[in-house]
């Protein structure tokens, strides 16, 4: 069965610090893995990863994945309280365009 | 980026009558779409999988009768809680996925959070 796990499912952090956030998966026909992030209405797009070793970037967020290990982080750094959020993770596999999604890792920056 | 648009954002309606929420992609083509009920604290839960012109591929346990799916053209999908009941009440979400210009990203709408009273 196709599953995707993040980790952890929650975090609290002061402004500033850095976060790593952990999305592992197994699935049969991957065909990329996305990151959104939540906040009070519906999930924004952050990234779409498809190559292992090619980070994106876009301001103080990064993501990169590695298709051997089947995993891929999503890097926050100078954290600030609006990078309060849930952030999702999921993979789209090959057969009808579906998301598995991961249970997502709830991310609270603390003043 | 690309943006889909959900209306209405907030529903509050009485017990037995019919609902219907539309999700529109406005600068893309969408050739799937996609229906999400979320529980608060809980992840997005698929219920339907709607392909423009054909009919919706439902999730076990969706009830395709009571949740209606309209995929009418390639920029608008509408779902329809018939009969709505306090049981319905949630949060609905849309996605839109485009392969072209978006290259392969679902993008959602804001939801819709529907009250059964």
């Known amino acids: 069965e196709d599953k995707v796990v993040q980790s952890p499912l929650s975090l609290v952090v002061h402004e500033g610090d850095t976060v790593t956030l952990n999305c592992s998966y197994e699935?049969?026909?991957?065909?990329?893995l996305l990151w959104y992030k939540q906040e009070k209405k519906a999930p924004t797009f952050l990234f779409m990863l498809?190559?292992s070793g090619i980070e994106k970037k876009s301001g103080r967020l990064s993501s990169i994945l590695d298709k051997k290990e089947l995993f891929s982080i999503l890097n926050i750094t100078a954290t600030q309280t609006g990078d309060s959020a849930v952030y999702l993770c999921a993979v789209e596999v090959d057969s009808n365009y579906q998301l598995i999604w991961g249970a997502g890792t709830k991310l609270i920056i603390k003043p | 980026g690309a943006v889909v648009s959900q209306h209405p954002s907030r529903v509050i309606c009485k017990s037995g009558t019919s609902v219907k929420i539309e999700c529109r992609s406005l600068?893309?083509?969408?050739?799937?779409m996609f229906w999400y009920r979320q529980f608060p604290k809980q992840s997005l839960m698929l219920m339907a999988t709607?392909?423009?012109?054909?009919?919706?591929?439902?999730e076990q346990g969706v009830e395709k009768d009571k949740f209606l799916i309209n995929h009418a053209s390639l920029t608008l999908s509408t779902l329809t809680v018939t009969s709505a009941h306090p049981e319905d009440s949630s949060f609905y979400i849309c996605?839109?996925?485009?392969?072209?210009?978006?290259?392969?990203?679902?993008?959602f709408g804001a939801g819709t959070r529907l009250s059964v009273l």
């Open positions: 996605s839109a996925r485009d392969g072209g210009t978006y290259k392969n990203i679902q993008y």
């Open positions: 709607s392909n423009e012109g054909s009919k919706a591929t439902y």
């Open positions: 699935v049969t026909n991957f065909r990329s």
């Open positions: 498809t190559s």
């Open positions: 600068d893309f083509q969408a050739t799937t």
